[in-house]
Structures are given as structure tokens and as C-alpha cells.
């Protein structure tokens, strides 16, 4: 019912920044609370960042605490995840997803709705 695409991964240098985006179609983007998530090979996935439907309420794993910021524009179905000052550390596949409930992307949360992933590569 709903797809994600996202893009605007690649290399970077630490201390660089990035900014990812991802499109969504179908379903009812206004309601859907969105987020990021990641996985770096060999290791499990992790919780990034996530952004309610109005879009006043965010939250950050503390990894990525003052570093990330999420937003979204409704009027273009999309999601941005802006990366600032990366750390090599910070390299993995990142995941943009949705859910209809806030709770439902977190560090324990189960998203229903996952794109394909972009690769982050942050060189040290």
C-alpha cells in the first residue's frame, strides 16, 4: 500500500554532511508517522530518528543527537534526513519507513513499511 524510495547516500568525508531523502507513494503520507533507521553489515539494525504526521514532534537515538535532523514536506510526499559533522561510525544502509503509529519506530519499534535502503559511506 505504501512505498518508500530513498536516496541521496554515497561517500562522504568525516566531518562532511549529507542529506537524505525519501519519496513515498501511496497510502495517506499525511497521517503516516516516518523514520530512519540503519543497519552497517554484520551488525543489527538501529533506530535513527523519527517525525510524528504534523510534524512537531521529533526524536533521535543519542548517537545521532545533534548531529541528524528529520523533516518532512507532506506537499511533496517526502522525507529528509539531514546529516551533519558524520563520523565513520555513522557508515551503514539507512532505511527510510513509516508506521501508523508514533510508537511504532523506535528503538522497539516494529515500522510497517520499510524502503530498499542507501548506502551512507563516511571515509575516516
Known amino acids: 500500500q505504501v512505498q518508500l524510495v530513498e536516496s541521496g547516500g554515497g561517500l562522504v568525508e568525516a566531518g562532511g554532511s549529507l542529506k537524505l531523502s525519501c519519496a513515498a507513494s501511496?497510502?495517506?503520507?499525511?497521517?503516516?508517522?516516518l523514520g530512519w533507521y540503519r543497519q552497517a553489515p554484520g551488525k543489527d539494525r538501529e533506530f535513527v530518528a523519527r517525525i510524528t504526521w504534523f510534524g512537531s514532534e521529533r526524536s533521535y537515538a543519542d548517537s545521532v543527537k545533534d548531529r541528524f535532523t528529520i523533516s518532512r514536506e507532506n506537499t511533496k510526499r517526502t522525507l529528509y534526513l539531514e546529516m551533519n559533522s558524520l563520523k565513520p561510525e555513522d557508515t551503514a544502509v539507512y532505511y527510510c519507513?513509516?508506521?501508523?503509529?508514533?510508537?511504532?519506530?523506535?528503538?522497539?519499534?516494529?515500522?510497517?513499511?520499510w524502503g530498499r535502503g542507501t548506502l551512507v559511506n563516511v571515509s575516516s
Open positions: 519507513v513509516a508506521a501508523s503509529n508514533s510508537d511504532g519506530i523506535g528503538p522497539r519499534g516494529q515500522p510497517m513499511y
Open positions: 501511496g497510502g495517506t503520507f499525511n497521517r503516516l508517522h
